[in-house]
C-alpha cells in the first residue's frame, strides 16, 4: 500500500499538521499475470486533522487500471488516480 500524506511544516513554530491522506492499493490480480501491470484502487478521507484521518471515514474513492508500474515514478500514480477521483475537475 502507498500511503500519501499532506502536512503543513509550521516556519513560525515548527508544529505539524496533517492536512490530507490518500491510501493506493495494488489489488494484486493484474500483477500475477503481468508483473509491468498494476490494477490499483485508492481512497481519499475526510478530515483536515490527524484525529480525523485516523477515524478512516472514506471521501472519495477511484481506481487506475493497466497501470505500467515500472515505467513511470510513483507520482504519476498518484496525479492518474486523483484524477479518477475527480480532483483535476
Known sequence: ???VKVELWSAIDGS???LARMHICN???RTIANPRLGDYTGQTF?????ATLD???VSKSGEVRDWHRHDFHVW???RRMLASMG???
Open 27 to 29: 489489488d494484486g490480480r
Open 1 to 3: 500500500m502507498i500511503v
Open 55 to 57: 477515524k478512516g471515514r
Open 76 to 78: 504519476n500514480l498518484v
Open 87 to 89: 480532483y483535476d475537475k
Open 46 to 50: 475526510v478530515g483536515r486533522d490527524t
Open 16 to 18: 505539524k499538521t496533517e
